[in-house]
């Protein structure tokens, strides 16, 4: 059994600690949700167990359709043993539907369909927002090269495709995600966590919003939609 460390780094949603064997790490799911970069933080009983078992699920998916990453096994009911990755520090966002910060950049109205599906990537820093970045600003400074740039859009397009065909099976409505990439001994790795934190998931029927928006728009039924969603995917939470 793995033993654990000092504490590696820690966000608002995962602590990541560093083991005795220097090549993987314990990934420890808080109950903390949190919204708008950080102004809006809450407890929710629950949500760190769900999350941890609903990302294990999703990447063992992506593994057996060759989507490589870091998730290793679930070690307790709340943590994840994963590889250690140097990770770009680049969000991956892929658009299937119009929602959230695109509809007020871009004017658009929630729910337009994205025929084909828009790539974006933005810079990791709450301070800063998470700004919209581009290829150009990625090399100019440094956070990843061109060979590196092409095989995250790859991989994202291609976990969007499988992940959606996933959903739509379960009558539900993949709208966007975002996702994050890291290298190890050179190979890129999808890193980081799949969960409805991460996302947003809409009942094909209803389109009733059963992910983070329900915490950042007062909705409630947080846990109990992500459960939800769990439930209709197969995915076992015991």
Known sequence: MLERKELLKTGKAKSLYHTDDPSKLIMEYKDDTSAFDGKKI????????????????????????????????????NESIVMSLDMFPIECVVRNFAAGSICKRLGLEEGMKMEPPIFEFFYKDDELGDPLINDCHITAFGWANEKDIEAMKDLTLKTNSILVSLFDAADL??????????????????????????????????????????????LGDVVESYQEIAHRLGIDLT
């Open 173 to 218: 409505i993949l709208v966007d995600f975002k996702i994050e990439f890291g290298l190890a001994d050179g190979k890129i790795l999808l890193g980081d966590e799949f969960t409805p934190d991460g996302c947003r998931v809409w009942d094909k029927e209803t389109k009733k919003k059963l992910d983070k928006d329900r915490f950042r728009l007062g």
């Open 42 to 77: 809450e407890q929710i009983a629950g949500k760190g167990t769900v999350n941890n078992r609903f990302n294990s699920h999703i990447m063992e998916h992506l593994k057996k359709n060759d989507i490589p990453n870091h998730h290793l096994e679930v070690s307790n009911p």
